[in-house]
């Protein structure tokens, strides 16, 4: 696990620093999601919050020339302080097939805070095929299986505007692996 002192040093990985975001990443942030379809595109103000609040939980890749190129949110759901929920996972797209979002992700799990998760939980809709992709490979890479149900219901809970969410939960039965 990470400590606290280690999370403030990036991490270099070829071309990728990987790091805690910051307030003023916000806005990079919320014009990479923009691009980076089909994600929901939250306020700006939204994107600051996560980048303030919820930094030790989120994650961002950038590149050598300074590009906001990699960005995951998520927190520690309140009342299952061992669930880590991810919540968005943006990659641009020149800098997509080149596993910066494994990266990232294994990255953020194995830090301090995360020390006492056991799961991972986020919701994906039917029709995103790269993010089924990426957490059925890190959970293949943590020696366990995705687990998947229904959460929120594209009539009951959207009222039809958005397609249904489904639950996926990844357990940590031993350590936690790190993405090559």
């Known amino acids: 696990m990470l ?5 403030t040093i ?7 620093t990987y790091r805690l975001p910051k307030a003023k ?3 990079a942030v919320w014009q990479l999601v923009r ?8 306020s700006l103000y ?6 303030d609040h919820f930094a030790a939980t989120s994650i961002i890749a950038e590149s050598r020339d300074g590009a906001i190129i990699g960005w995951i949110s998520g927190y520690l759901i309140p009342d299952e302080p061992q669930t880590l929920f991810i919540w968005q996972v943006a990659v641009a797209p020149s800098a997509q097939g080149k596993g910066i979002a494994r990266k990232m992700l294994s990255r953020l799990v194995t830090r301090d805070i995360c020390r006492d998760v056991t799961a991972l939980r986020t919701t994906i809709t039917d029709d995103n095929a790269p993010s089924w992709a990426l957490f059925t490979s890190f959970a293949k ?3 366990s299986s995705l687990e998947r149900q229904l ?4 009539n009951i809970h959207f009222g039809g505007a958005h397609p249904t969410e489904h639950m996926v939960t990844i357990r940590f039965t031993e350590g936690v692996e790190q993405a090559a």
């Open 3 to 7: 400590t606290a002192e280690a999370m």
């Open 10 to 16: 990036p991490h270099v990985d070829d071309e990728v």
């Open 25 to 27: 990443d916000g806005a």
């Open 35 to 42: 691009i980076c379809k089909p994600l929901d595109e939250n």
């Open 46 to 51: 939204c994107n600051l919050l996560q980048c």
């Open 141 to 143: 890479m943590q020696g």
């Open 151 to 154: 959460h929120f219901d594209s």
